[in-house]
């Protein structure tokens, strides 16, 4: 893999992808799937033993009365560009990053 990249402009730039989000530290609150173009990851629901329950589709789904809170899980990681348009907007600072350089083919 290539070591270092270029824009348009010629600037160096090294794309760091997004590799798993902290369950524990994440909020749910949307803003990270919200600036992804590319549909990295989802909105899941959680029970109270902090078990996934599956992606929340919008609807008021409620998994049987089970949902204790939604969290945000990287479900489609080959699909990030590295943009960090997600990592800028979290409030909670709980995703984990990866530069291109360091991710194997």
């Known amino acids: 893999m290539r070591s270092t990249f270029t824009t348009r402009d010629g600037s160096i730039w090294m794309p760091e992808y ?7 530290t994440c909020i749910g609150c949307g803003r990270c799937f919200k600036v992804c173009s590319r ?18 589709d919008g609807e008021d789904d409620d998994f049987d009365g089970e949902l204790n809170r939604m969290i945000m899980v990287v479900d489609q990681a080959g699909r ?4 960090g348009a997600c990592a800028r907007v979290c409030p909670k600072n709980c995703q984990t990053h990866v530069a291109a350089d360091q991710v194997a083919a």
């Open 18 to 24: 997004l590799t798993v989000i902290d369950g524990k």
């Open 39 to 56: 549909e990295v990851m989802h909105l899941h629901g959680v029970d109270d033993a902090g078990e996934i329950l599956g992606i929340c």
């Open 80 to 83: 990030c560009i590295g943009c």
